[in-house]
């Protein structure tokens, strides 16, 4: 039976709108947020591979089909309240949260602040905290930091300096230009699309907040709430990623009470590279 097609939601917030593509199915339905710099297209594969089980992903604002009016450092618990306007106005009811790299941190948030809401919490290569094995890519880690952004903006603002850096950060990851990833949701963010501008606002505007976010992560693990959700926390990464890698991975199954840890010989962007192995182990465990 092939997929039916996803209906397209507009969520409103009161920072902007939110698009959101809701795809028919059956039971819990998945939620899925996207780090940066991509958006929700980076789990197209992995949800064709689940139906036909429910599943909903939305770009945060700025990326992706979103409302691009991002222009200024994003608002504390911005992220987490957009988070919610989807699963509330959308009736989701309880849910499967899926977080990937900066979304990872927004689905523990959302798990803390509901945990009657989430069935089962789902983290791939991301962070919560800090981790000996931590590693940022250099490029995010120059947007990050506030000191060189007169440095950042001369870079981006040189089209031949922005597609150095994209290729240079591929690179690093192990991705190379056979890759579709960069050219499907990669560059459109950071050069556009045919209707679409890009989406180079909000990636600085989420990137600024990294160290911000770095600290109050750290600072929830510091006072042990981590420790107190008791919900089913799975965490599954893919092995070949040298940023956020296994012993960020083994740093997060520590964490949570009921983590459970898996491997999937990916790289960062595991949903894309393996979704069928990744839509095994969510449909196994549902």
Same mark, same amino acid.
């Given at each position: 039976m092939q997929p039916s097609a996803a209906v397209e939601q507009r969520v409103s917030t009161r920072h902007g709108y939110l698009h959101a593509k809701d795809h028919p199915g059956h039971g819990t339905? %998945?939620?899925?947020?996207?780090?940066?710099? !991509? !958006?929700?297209t980076v789990y197209d594969k992995l949800i064709a591979q689940l139906h036909p089980h429910r599943s909903v992903? %939305? !770009?945060?604002?700025? /990326?992706?089909?979103?409302?691009?009016?991002?222009? &200024?450092?994003? +608002?504390d618990g911005q992220r987490l309240a957009e988070t919610e306007a989807v699963i509330d106005q959308l009736g989701l009811g309880k849910?499967?949260?899926?977080?990937?790299? +900066? $979304?990872?941190?927004? *689905?523990?948030?959302? +798990?803390l602040a509901h945990p009657d809401r989430v069935e089962r919490?789902?983290?791939f290569n991301c962070y919560?905290?800090? &981790?000996?094995?931590?590693? %940022?890519?250099?490029?995010?880690?120059?947007?990050?930091?506030?000191?060189?952004?007169p440095l950042t903006d001369a870079l981006f603002a040189d089209l031949a300096?922005? #597609?150095?850096?994209?290729? /240079?950060? *591929?690179?690093?990851?192990?991705?190379?230009?056979a890759d579709d990833i960069r050219d499907r949701v990669i560059v459109p963010l950071f050069f556009g699309s045919e209707g679409q501008p890009d989406a180079l606002d909000a990636i600085r505007a989420w990137t600024a907040r990294l160290f911000t976010d770095l600290a109050i992560t750290s600072e929830?693990?510091?006072? $042990?709430?981590?420790? !107190?959700? #008791? =919900?089913?926390?799975?965490? =599954?990464?893919g092995a070949n990623d040298p940023y956020l890698n296994s012993g960020v991975a083994e740093h997060l199954a520590g964490l949570f009470p009921n983590a459970r840890l898996r491997s999937v010989q990916a790289?960062?962007?595991?949903?894309?590279?393996?979704?069928? +192995?990744?839509?095994?182990l969510l449909i196994h465990d549902e």
């Open positions: 339905p %998945f939620v899925f947020l996207h780090g940066y710099p !991509d !958006d929700s992903s %939305f !770009d945060f604002l700025g /990326y992706g089909q979103s409302e691009r009016v991002q222009n &200024s450092p994003v +608002a849910v499967i949260l899926v977080g990937h790299d +900066a $979304g990872g941190p927004v *689905a523990v948030e959302y +798990a919490l789902v983290l919560f905290g800090e &981790s000996p094995t931590l590693r %940022f890519p250099e490029m995010i880690r120059l947007m990050g930091d506030p000191d060189l952004v300096q922005r #597609q150095w850096l994209l290729g /240079y950060t *591929a690179t690093r990851f192990g991705y190379g230009p929830l693990v510091a006072t $042990g709430k981590t420790g !107190d959700l #008791q =919900i089913p926390v799975d965490i =599954i990464f790289r960062h962007w595991l949903q894309w590279d393996e979704p069928e +192995a990744v839509a095994r």
